[in-house]
């Protein structure tokens, strides 16, 4: 697993409940208390170690943590940015999600996302499919409530009313794909997107 | 409107493949390419007569240039061509070919901008009727334009990959930032370790190994001609730490050796090296030291300072100290094991002599008469 998955992992728990739940946490899950390296490569089975520590310290089950993960993952100014670049509706943005893997790949070409397909139905429905792509199994069990759990916050972002539902996780994979009723596209006042980086955050 | 723009640079394009060219058929009617559809594949055309002035532009085109685009305005005062350099009329732009031209607006924020300018109209003779068509993007400096600009998606083509381009800019900052922290990490971690390689944990002064890195830089210190720069190695026994620790316990120990630390940092230079390399056995590194007096005097003044006792609670504990120290100026090749060889028998001669003393050891020949080899029988 690429450490930037552990790593936002990691930063996730340090930031949402504090540093001595990561501390425990990291001791349960028996590494370090300095955790991921964003750069380097981790066993598969080291993420889901984590998760399952993350879990029983919480006592939450673990993919309420994964979709939780999602929805910090778009708290990240950077990250949010980069899903703004989808498009200018929410709509739009959710048929940007098949780049997605590509882009990511662009950036980072080990990153290993799975690949994203998205199926419009009629009546502003969408299926969300997830297979195929570089991504392991891990990758694969972990993704789904992360992606639904961005899918909400991105939801707020945009200010479009959605409906969002996982599979079941025992799901087929043809049946397992994550369903979105986007019922209104402009609910709220969403937040504001400029394409061109502020001068405060273009110069570091 | 329906301006009717005739490419008549075919034979500046040249042949079309051959899988395009057959079958036969008619070339297509570019007359039914209005400015408005031109913008659509290409939103930062520009179209200008053949005297430079602009009949029309693409609509990102305008929106970057603003008010500056006025209708008939001159393409050479709207935009400044860097690169070929001294290009200033059309002929300039005409003869300059189907090639890639690096272009400026002139009004700030000065926006950098790459084209390419196809002669329009009948082939150019002399004096050629038609205008030119160009065609620019925004060069190296594409994010700063978008927000200079306030660009959006939809003021680029469909097949523009700026904003993948942007997308990507972005996406490596933020993996560049989190490989900054990372070796800022690391950094920290190295100097962490490295500290703790070279210090006693207890006292805070350095250890052997730091004490044997500092020699070798100091013999080294010379290079290979110039003469090793003075110093002094004292080496530094307390007396009577044993009974402080058998009477008083470990943790009075450690109080009087952390004392002792204290002593020793303060009786010392910034530059000079304190270690601990035992239990109670110190290695004071001088340097630019090679006067006896002043060096025996400094040991008289630690050993003074040593046997003040040492509050330890409701007792006090008192040590002393000997030294013994050599002088790298006796030495023709002031190697570090030789001198702390004889740093040690130094110090034995103090304790010989009846403890809380000073030993000096000197060569009893000039120096020179070490090299000489010591005649058999």
């Excluded at chain 1, 910090?72 to 997605?100: I, K, M, N, Q, T």
């Excluded at chain 2, 570019?30 to 179209?47: H, I, K, N």
């Excluded at chain 2, 680029?156 to 490989?179: C, N, Q, R």
Aim: aromatic letters at 4%; a negative charge; glycine letters at 8%.
């Amino acid at each position: 697993m690429h450490g930037l998955v552990n790593r936002s992992l990691q930063c996730f728990l340090r930031d949402t409940y504090g540093p001595d739940l990561w501390g425990a946490v990291a001791r349960r899950a028996g590494i370090g208390p300095d955790g991921f390296e964003a750069m380097q490569i981790y066993d598969d089975t080291l993420t889901e170690t984590v998760l399952a520590a993350a879990a029983q310290q919480l006592a939450k089950p673990p993919e309420a943590l994964l979709e939780d993960l999602g929805t910090y993952l778009v708290s990240l100014e950077p990250l949010r940015r980069l899903l703004r670049f989808g498009g200018v509706g929410y709509a739009d943005f959710l048929h940007s999600l098949d780049d997605l893997q590509g882009r990511a790949q662009l950036a980072l070409p080990d990153l290993d996302l799975p690949a994203l397909h998205l199926v419009a139905e009629p009546g502003g429905r969408f299926a969300l499919h997830l297979g195929g792509g570089p991504a392991g199994e891990v990758m694969a069990r972990l993704a789904p409530p992360v992606l639904a759990g961005m899918l909400r916050a991105m939801a707020d972002d945009y200010g479009a009313l959605v409906l969002i539902e996982l599979p079941e996780p025992q799901a087929t994979p043809a049946a397992g794909a994550i369903q979105i009723d986007l019922l209104q596209a402009r609910y709220a006042k969403g937040r504001r997107f400029h394409l061109g980086l502020p001068i405060a955050e273009a110069t570091p | 409107m329906r301006v009717p723009i005739r490419a008549g640079a075919s034979s500046a394009l040249g042949a079309a493949p051959a899988a395009l060219a057959a079958p036969p058929m008619m070339p297509p009617d570019l007359s039914q390419l209005s400015p408005e559809l031109l913008g659509v594949l290409m939103p930062m055309f520009l179209w200008v007569d053949a005297c430079g002035r602009v009949q029309a532009a693409g609509p990102t085109l305008r929106k970057v240039c603003g008010r500056a685009l006025r209708p008939g305005v001159l393409l050479f005062d709207l935009i400044e061509i860097t690169r070929p350099q001294r290009m200033t009329c059309m002929a300039d732009l005409r003869a300059h070919g189907l090639r890639r031209l690096h272009l400026a607006l002139r009004a700030r924020p000065r926006t950098g901008l790459r084209g390419i300018a196809l002669p329009l109209g009948p082939d150019s003779g002399p004096e050629p009727e038609g205008g030119m068509l160009l065609n620019l993007s925004f060069g190296l400096t594409v994010a700063e334009a978008v927000r200079d600009h306030a660009l959006t998606d939809a003021d680029f083509a469909p097949t523009d990959l700026t904003v993948e381009m942007l997308y990507l800019i972005e996406a490596k900052s933020a993996v560049m930032g989190e490989l900054h922290g990372m070796n800022l990490r690391l950094e920290r971690a190295h100097r962490s370790a490295v500290a703790e390689a070279l210090t006693d944990p207890l006292t805070g002064l350095a250890n052997r190994r730091a004490l044997e890195l500092a020699l070798e830089a100091a013999v080294q210190a010379g290079g290979r001609s110039e003469a090793v720069p003075p110093f002094a190695l004292a080496h530094l026994d307390l007396d009577f730490f044993k009974q402080v620790n058998d009477t008083h316990g470990h943790a009075a120990g450690d109080a009087v050796l952390i004392e002792v630390a204290r002593i020793l940092k303060a009786e010392t230079r910034k530059h000079d090296l304190v270690a601990r390399v035992g239990g109670d056995e110190f290695v004071l590194v001088l340097r630019m030291m090679n006067e006896p007096a002043a060096i025996e005097a400094l040991g008289r003044r630690i050993v003074a300072r040593l046997e003040a006792p040492v509050q330890l609670g409701d007792v006090a504990a008192t040590i002393s100290g000997s030294l013994g120290v050599v002088l790298s100026v006796d030495y023709l090749d002031p190697a570090p094991k030789r001198m702390l060889a004889d740093a040690d028998r130094a110090l034995y001669t103090s304790k010989h002599q009846g403890r809380a003393r000073v030993t000096i050891l000197r060569p009893d020949l000039p120096p020179l008469d070490l090299l000489r080899p010591v005649a058999a029988g």
